[in-house]
């Protein structure tokens, strides 16, 4: 079993920049691909950004490339999402997850979720 717990959303004007972090207990963090997921209201849970292991491998959906950078340290068994040049549509609750499955985008492949850290990005 793994918890994950998120931290570091809030309000922030468009331009500007935040930092999420997700803290994980249990089970070896390390293997596990992790992902960030975001769900704006009426909206689908919609995959931000993934790392493979050992921080070597990163993905990212379109709309973030270039602005959002996922990184982890296996050390402090955390995982991170920097945020920047943010827009008023990267408005949502932002989710961490792990899979110990194979490195994937699709929601239901992941294994645990943290509780959800709210992102406001105003105009």
């Known amino acids: 079993q793994v918890q994950l717990v998120e931290s570091g959303g809030g309000l922030v004007q468009a331009g500007g920049s935040l930092r999420l972090s997700c803290a994980a207990s249990?089970?070896?963090?390390?293997?596990?691909?992790m992902g960030w997921f975001r769900q704006a209201p009426g909206e689908e849970r919609e995959f931000v950004a993934g790392i493979n292991w050992s921080g070597a491998g990163t993905v990212y959906t379109d709309s973030v490339k270039g602005r959002f950078t996922i990184s982890r340290d296996n050390a402090q068994s955390t995982v991170y999402l920097q945020m920047n040049s943010l827009k008023p549509e990267d408005s949502a609750v932002y989710y961490c997850a792990a899979t110990y499955l194979a490195p994937t985008r699709v929601a239901a492949s992941y294994n645990y979720w943290g509780q959800g850290s709210q992102v406001t990005v105003s105009s």
């Open positions: 249990g089970r070896t963090f390390s293997s596990y691909f």
